[in-house]
């Protein structure tokens, strides 16, 4: 069985219209519907129903996709243990972090490890969501994390530290504010709230911290904020109140078969670098005060 037949069938399995699967493997939706058409043929059997809404698996599809899965992770296993052979300082390499940390803390650094490593290729990717190391998503990733998990390695650089933060206009219109922005998913008023503010009003909820310091930027209310995001905007103060101690980190990580590789390994110790070097802004040792 062809295993390129398998990832066309596993990527539609899992977005369920062509369209879908095709972003995902980067092709045209009619290649997808080709090559699952062709597929099907050969097995002598159907995979999928057509629906209004997508595609959905057959019983044969169903049988079909444990094997499938299997397979794939031994794909990615041959893959990364190629890769992770790689001695060379030269190739491509896959680097994922949230958009924050690689706009602020990492994209104004890359020149010197462009300077230093010119023949690797950095292929830079900033999501919300978490890249699959396993499938080779990203070689290295920059993740904010109380604990990684067992199969990537790497190290723990920095605390996250974090503070409470108002803009200038609005602290100096409100000597003792009581407006804050929370995140989406609180369902209630997190300690930090209940501690200092406890008859606080909600003024906004979001899910992303870009519209989080946004809120705060134009004037909404308090918020908690990373350090080193707080403390790099001119127009916002820091309160001087006391915040459990952190259990989150900034962590470097890759996947256990690629700690062999030289230009993951010399990216990693780039990485863990600069992060040092801006120790101050992310454990807030620079932030300037609003006293309330």
Known sequence: ????????????????????????????????????????????????????????????????????????????????????????????????????????????????????????????????????????????????????????IGKKVLPLCQGIYGSVKYLNKNPKPNDVILWTDITEKPPWVQDHFPNAKITMYTNDITTLLACVQNHMGLARLPCYIGDDNEDLRRLDLSLAPPTWAIWVLSHVDLRSTARVRACREFLVDILEQQRDLVEGNNSVYFEV
């Open 1 to 152: 069985m062809n295993w390129d037949d398998l990832r066309y069938f596993l990527a539609l399995s899992r977005a369920r219209t062509v369209s879908g699967a095709g972003r995902d493997l980067g092709v045209k939706h009619t290649t997808v519907a080709r090559r699952i058409q062709a597929f099907e043929q050969g097995l002598g059997t159907r995979l999928f129903d057509r629906l209004a809404d997508g595609y959905a698996m057959t019983q044969a599809g169903e049988n079909l996709y444990e094997h499938a899965l299997v397979m794939e992770e031994q794909a990615q296993a041959v893959d990364r243990r190629v890769f992770g052979l790689d001695t060379q300082l030269k190739g491509k390499l896959k680097l994922t972090a949230a958009h924050d940390i690689l706009s602020r803390m990492v994209i104004p650094h890359l020149r010197l490890f462009h300077r230093a490593y010119p023949c690797i290729e950095l292929q830079l990717s900033s999501s919300s969501g978490l890249a699959d190391l396993g499938a080779r998503q990203a070689d290295i990733a920059l993740r904010l994390t109380p604990k990684p998990p067992d199969y990537l």
